[in-house]
């Protein structure tokens, strides 16, 4: 599917219309580059899925997890995870990617996913972002994989 969306907001309703889709244990692969939207879309997923803190991307902490809110419908964990600043997989140190993305209770989304590539699992949901113009975002996704 491909959906232009024009605002900040409109890009964290689709994050929002797509998490009622997900059932738990997906794993959705951010493409992008800087400032087309990937950030904004988890902070939509995240408050959809009813956790009202402000998420800031984990560039530096690479990875972050957040424990949804009891009566939050089927999934107990987000879990956001930046690759921006790895160089491949190796750097992924301290990090059990394969545990993170495994846990069916969880929705896993990865930032900058080309830079761990090969060590992603089969079933991903690829979100690609690509910029038009200052508030314009087209996003294609298949929620199908």
Known sequence: ?????HSSA??????????TSLKG????????????????????????LGIKQRLT?????IYKH?????GSGKFKVLNHVDC?????????TGIDLSEIVSDPTAITVIEWPER????????VIKVRFE??????????YDLRN
Do not use: C, H, W
Not at 131 to 140: C, V
């Open 131 to 140: 910029t038009i113009s200052e508030n314009e975002r087209k996003i294609t």
């Open 25 to 48: 244990g997906e794993v959705l692969a951010l493409y992008g580059e800087l400032g087309s939207g990937k950030t904004t879309f988890t902070q939509g997923l995240l408050a959809a």
């Open 66 to 70: 957040y424990k949804l809110k009891t």
């Open 10 to 19: 409109e890009t964290k309703n689709l994050a929002a219309k797509i998490s």
């Open 57 to 61: 991307s984990p560039t530096f902490v």
């Open 116 to 123: 761990i590539e090969e060590i992603l699992p089969k079933e």
């Open 1 to 5: 599917m491909e959906i232009t969306t």
């Open 84 to 92: 921006y600043r790895l160089a491949g997989p190796k750097d992924l």
